[in-house]
């Protein structure tokens, strides 16, 4: 069972990043699992999602993704709301209705649709996502991704470190892979005992 741990704004939130494909289901599921784990941990994380794509300079979007053109551009949309809306809860309530039906992920219709059931409006997201900007976010994220060696979706740092990876299974989670295991991870980290 978790522990309370206590917020104290001096200290640094624990870093957690999850590197994902928009239309993998093993990023579907991670998504799903850090939803849970930011519910107890909001206060001292910052989780941040970086993609993986392969930099290529005559590719559309400038890298090339596993999953063909519409993933790369259901990451610009990610990357351009959780630019454009930056509170996490916020974020992590929008994957989890995007993450509702891979088919869709990349679709405008959908983003749309998910924007509207978070409360927020998806125009400025529109404008990033569909300009220069968005796709420089898109470059950048694929950049870090590609400067981790990072190629499995979803690989999960804590704090700088390798914690996990779900690609069909859980492995390398030395641990475990379960919601409170992941938040006794970040609470450790936190706490300087890990």
Same mark, same amino acid.
């Given at each position: +069972?978790?522990?309370?741990v206590? $917020?104290d704004s001096?200290?640094?939130?624990?870093p957690?990043?999850l590197?994902?494909?928009s239309r993998c289901?093993d990023?579907?599921a991670?998504e799903?699992?850090f939803?849970e784990?930011?519910k107890?941990? =909001? @206060?001292?994380?910052?989780?941040?999602?970086?993609?993986?794509?392969?930099l =290529? %300079?005559?590719a559309?979007y400038?890298?090339s *993704?596993?999953h #063909? %053109?519409i993933?790369?551009?259901?990451n610009?949309?990610?990357l +351009?709301?959780?630019?454009i809306?930056? @509170?996490?809860?916020t974020?992590f309530?929008f994957?989890s209705?995007?993450?509702?039906?891979?088919?869709?992920?990349?679709?405008r219709?959908?983003?749309i649709q998910c924007s509207?059931?978070v409360?927020?409006?998806y125009?400025p997201?529109?404008? +990033?996502?569909?300009?220069? $900007? &968005?796709?420089?976010l898109?470059?950048k994220?694929? #950049?870090?991704?590609?400067?981790y #060696?990072?190629?499995?979706s +979803?690989t999960?740092?804590? =704090? &700088?470190?390798?914690? *996990?990876?779900?690609?069909?299974t859980w492995?390398? *989670?030395?641990?475990?892979h379960?919601?409170? %295991?992941f938040?006794?991870?970040?609470q %450790?980290a936190?706490? #300087?005992?890990?």
């Amino acid at each position: +069972c978790p522990r309370k741990v206590l $917020y104290d704004s001096n200290k640094p939130k624990v870093p957690v990043q999850l590197f994902v494909m928009s239309r993998c289901p093993d990023a579907v599921a991670c998504e799903s699992v850090f939803g849970e784990v930011l519910k107890q941990t =909001n @206060d001292i994380t910052t989780i941040t999602t970086n993609y993986v794509a392969t930099l =290529n %300079d005559s590719a559309t979007y400038g890298a090339s *993704c596993k999953h #063909g %053109d519409i993933e790369c551009i259901g990451n610009i949309q990610q990357l +351009c709301f959780r630019y454009i809306y930056p @509170d996490q809860t916020t974020f992590f309530n929008f994957l989890s209705c995007i993450d509702r039906y891979i088919p869709k992920i990349g679709f405008r219709d959908w983003a749309i649709q998910c924007s509207k059931d978070v409360g927020v409006d998806y125009t400025p997201v529109d404008k +990033c996502a569909t300009s220069n $900007y &968005g796709r420089n976010l898109f470059l950048k994220s694929a #950049g870090i991704t590609e400067s981790y #060696g990072v190629t499995k979706s +979803c690989t999960i740092y804590i =704090n &700088g470190k390798l914690r *996990c990876i779900k690609d069909d299974t859980w492995y390398d *989670c030395p641990g475990g892979h379960e919601v409170n %295991d992941f938040v006794r991870s970040i609470q %450790d980290a936190y706490e #300087g005992t890990e």
